[in-house]
């Protein structure tokens, strides 16, 4: 029997999330096969945005089975969440999707077969550089539009940060960020009830920590107060807002994606080649990265995934030092990697902004590993060599 799609709920043996098949409609339910093998009734109640995981799906019979639907029961007494999980094809709107990241994201959702809405400053401009069939362009002034009977939103959009920092630069870093999640966030509220989004995925960094070369930080751990801390906050509060009209809200705190044409690593690049790939400043800073890969697969996750609600740092649980990074990336280019790149050559090269990668912390993905999520790319070597970087030279 083909599988319809899949649920996402809390296990009744360990609590965590899982995942069960949807096989095919008996009577008033729907019969799931648990992923671990067993299979059961649910009662899916539906939304038009897709299918509703709602409370106590589970209809025992015999003692044992009693005893686990009234734990189930007391764990899922949390609102009825909905998305499309049941295999459908989603509609989601993008902010920021022409960028380094949301570009790798519409390429995948494309490729799937899902529909993409390019949320943009500029739809001219986005429609030369995205050019996938089904693809809709939405200006400033239509967002609204945009987001109106979408499933999810993912939001992507502001101000590049690894650049020369001047003062007004510093103040559009921010009112970028908090700019485009405001006017995204009031767009999704003002859809009619029964055409509103039911997941807002929205972007953060682990520049919300604050850096340090000796703490670690989780999810849970309180935010730093530096410039670009003050600015996560800022950025995040306005995505929060969407909760107060029911949205699910994901927040993925990004750490240093690798990536070769573009990002922290696309600047370090040519800075490693000219200086003989030494580590970049004192080579003790903390670099918390994720593969290109990873971040999309993160976030087509949370748009599907009911367990992604609140805050998720998008990190690989193996974060580096500088020096360890630089050295991996020597043996991978072939190239010595002694040599230290001062400092000042690095803030003549990028100024203020080379904060990003002169300085860090070390920050573990604790809530993203416990809803369930397995790193492709969990170990530094393995990720960089997929870059294929030395064919990029
Ligand atoms: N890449 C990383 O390593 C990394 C790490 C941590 C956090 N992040 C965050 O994740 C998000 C996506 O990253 P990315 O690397 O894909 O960014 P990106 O390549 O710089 O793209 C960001 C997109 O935002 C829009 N944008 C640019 N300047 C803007 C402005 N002044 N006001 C409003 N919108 C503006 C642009 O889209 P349109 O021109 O179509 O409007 C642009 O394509 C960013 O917010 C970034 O801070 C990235």
């Known amino acids: 029997m083909p599988a319809l799609g899949q649920v996402y709920h809390l296990s009744a043996a360990s609590g965590r999330p899982q995942t069960d098949l949807v096989f095919a409609h008996r009577s008033k339910c729907l019969?799931?096969?648990?992923?671990?093998?067993?299979?059961?009734?649910v009662s899916i109640p539906t939304s038009p945005l897709g299918p509703c995981v709602g409370p106590a799906p589970f209809r025992p019979s015999g003692a044992a089975s009693m005893r686990r639907a009234a734990a189930l029961q007391r764990r899922m007494a949390a609102p009825v969440v909905c998305s499309a999980t049941n295999g459908e094809k989603m509609t989601v709107a993008i902010t920021g999707a022409t960028g380094l990241l949301g570009?790798?994201?519409?390429?995948?959702?494309?490729?799937?077969?899902?529909?993409?809405?390019v949320l943009t400053r500029n739809p001219a401009s986005a429609r030369s550089k995205l050019s996938y069939p089904g693809l809709e362009f939405y200006g400033p002034s239509e967002w609204r539009r945009g987001v109106e009977g979408a499933t999810g939103v993912v939001n992507l959009a502001g101000e590049p940060i690894a650049t020369r920092w001047t003062e007004e630069l510093k103040k559009s870093i921010k009112s970028s960020r908090v700019g485009a999640?405001?006017?995204v966030v009031d767009a999704i509220k003002a859809a009619p009830v029964d055409k509103r989004p039911a997941v807002l995925v929205s972007a953060s960094a682990v520049g919300f920590y604050g850096i340090s070369n000796t703490a670690t930080y989780?999810?849970?751990?309180p935010s730093g107060n530096d410039y670009l801390a003050e600015v996560c906050r800022a950025w995040e509060a306005a995505a929060q807002r969407a909760t107060s009209v029911g949205v699910r809200v994901a927040i993925l705190r990004f750490g240093i994606v690798l990536a070769p044409e573009g990002g922290a690593l696309g600047k370090m690049l040519p800075v490693f080649q000219?200086?003989?790939g030494g580590p970049l400043g004192s080579g003790k800073q903390w670099m918390s990265w994720i593969h290109r890969d990873d971040v999309v697969d993160l976030m087509i996750e949370a748009l599907v995934n009911p367990a992604y609600t609140g805050v998720f740092n998008a990190t690989a649980p193996k974060p580096v030092r500088m020096s360890e990074l630089c050295s991996v990336l020597g043996n991978i280019l072939g190239r010595p990697?002694?040599?230290?790149?001062p400092d000042f050559a690095l803030m003549t090269l990028?100024?203020?902004g080379a904060s990003v990668v002169l300085e860090g912390q070390r920050v573990m993905p604790a809530r993203t590993q416990a809803v369930g999520y397995r790193f492709k790319y969990a170990d530094?070597?393995?990720a960089l060599r997929n870059l294929r970087l030395s064919a990029r030279w």
């Open 31 to 41: 019969h799931a096969h648990s992923l671990s093998g067993r299979s059961r009734c």
């Open 103 to 117: 570009s790798r994201l519409v390429a995948k959702l494309a490729a799937a077969g899902h529909k993409v809405r």
């Open 181 to 183: 999640t405001t006017a």
């Open 218 to 221: 989780t999810e849970d751990s």
């Open 274 to 276: 000219i200086f003989a």
């Open 337 to 341: 990697s002694w040599l230290p790149v």
């Open 350 to 352: 990028l100024g203020e």
């Open 380 to 382: 530094l070597s393995d």
